[in-house]
């Protein structure tokens, strides 16, 4: 059995939502791309720029899914100039996205969403607090979890006649200061 999150219409709905909002130089940051979790949030990224002319995407990887390496990134991208910036950032998951905005409002003033926008993926405690708050792809966490046990507490009791299942999760797109001007 297994639980999990379609995070390729996780990918998608984040990038969507950042071309809604009129964004048209879109950059996804993650990694390392050997991650599933990565690889399909990238994927729905790239469903989502497909679907719309003159909207380009660059991907960047990152050497880990972390806040320093957010933040590192985001120094690399303010040291090639301003106009070198995207107008809107994909981070595929919250941690470096904290680290993009970290690196952009408090060392180059770059101002967050004027500027560029930043959606993260997980929707962390963290993401509501951060410095601008964080725009988000929720997983339903508690369902999740709850379906897991559920399943494994099943196979448990019914033993040979337990029938495998495999269950997938749609993620929600929480909207907060970090995309919305």
């Not at 981070?91 to 996205?97: W, Y």
């Not at 969403?113 to 410095?131: K, L, Q, S």
């Given at each position: ?51 719309v002319s003159g909207v380009s995407l ?24 301003v106009a070198e910036l995207p107008d ?90 970090s995309t919305v001007i």
């Amino acid at each position: 059995c297994s639980v999990g999150v379609d995070d390729v219409a996780g990918g998608r709905t984040a990038v969507q939502h950042l071309i809604e909002q009129g964004r048209k130089r879109i950059a996804f940051v993650g990694g390392p791309m050997n991650i599933k979790q990565v690889q399909d949030r990238l994927a729905g990224a790239r469903e989502a720029i497909a679907e719309v002319s003159g909207v380009s995407l660059r991907v960047i990887e990152s050497k880990a899914m972390t806040v320093l390496a957010g933040r590192d990134i985001g120094d690399e991208l303010v040291a090639a100039g301003v106009a070198e910036l995207p107008d809107a950032i994909f981070a595929a998951n919250d941690l470096l996205a904290v680290g993009l905005m970290q690196s952009f409002v408090f060392k180059a003033r770059v101002k967050v969403p004027e500027d560029v926008a930043i959606i993260g993926y997980d929707d962390i405690d963290f993401a509501e607090t951060a410095i601008v708050s964080l725009s988000s792809i929720r997983q339903p966490a508690a369902a999740i979890g709850s379906t897991a046990v559920d399943l494994l507490m099943d196979e448990v009791e019914t033993g040979a006649e337990h029938a495998h299942r495999q269950v997938m999760y749609q993620p929600e797109l929480v909207i907060r200061d970090s995309t919305v001007i």
